[in-house]
């Protein structure tokens, strides 16, 4: 008999350590999901804050662009030497299956997966948030275990005045 109740009793304790492992791994999955796009947006803020609207170089333009569905964002980041631009280097952040990517040369890094592309039609990733195209809004959904957040940000393109040399070197963005 006693057997028997501490079978029973054992196996109610086990049952709720279980039942609270798999809920503590959900937590954990959501948790990772959150900080991964936290530091998505992070990347792309730091990247932006360094970029002008439009570059001009002997007369072409090398303007920031925004797809029309909001789900790309092109744009020319400066590289530095002696604190003098030495060339741009052409970056595109992009959303593929439910993938946030970003792709510089023809290499794709992916910065956050989980993304909720049920809502990005009508909350776009990416957009332009006033009519000189000096602030891009970024707005990330993610989706992980049925519970879903977003992230959004404002950046301010401050590189606005930088003048550039007629030797400046733009690298685009190899398409696959």
């Known amino acids: 008999m006693v057997v028997a109740i501490l079978g029973i009793i054992s196996r109610i304790i086990f049952g709720t350590m279980n039942s609270a492992r798999i809920g503590l791994g959900a937590a954990n999955n959501q948790i990772n999901s959150q900080q991964e796009a936290r530091r998505a947006v992070d990347r792309i803020t730091d990247e932006l804050q360094m970029i002008s609207p439009v570059w001009e170089i002997s007369s072409a333009e090398y303007p920031a662009t925004i797809s029309s569905s ?58 332009f948030d006033n009519s000189e195209n000096t602030v891009i809004k970024i707005n990330i959904p993610i989706i992980k275990d049925d519970t879903s957040f977003a992230l959004a940000s404002r950046i301010n393109l401050r590189n606005r005045q930088i003048q550039l040399d007629d030797e400046v070197a733009v690298d685009p963005i190899i398409e696959q």
Request: aromatic share 10%; net charge negative; no cysteine.
């Open 70 to 127: 909001g789900s790309q964002l092109d744009f020319y980041l400066p590289v530095f030497t002696d604190n003098e631009v030495t060339s741009l280097t052409a970056v595109r952040y992009y959303i593929s299956g439910s993938q946030l990517l970003k792709r510089t040369g023809s290499s794709d890094t992916v910065l956050a997966s989980d993304i909720d592309t049920s809502v990005t039609a009508v909350n776009p990733i990416f957009a």
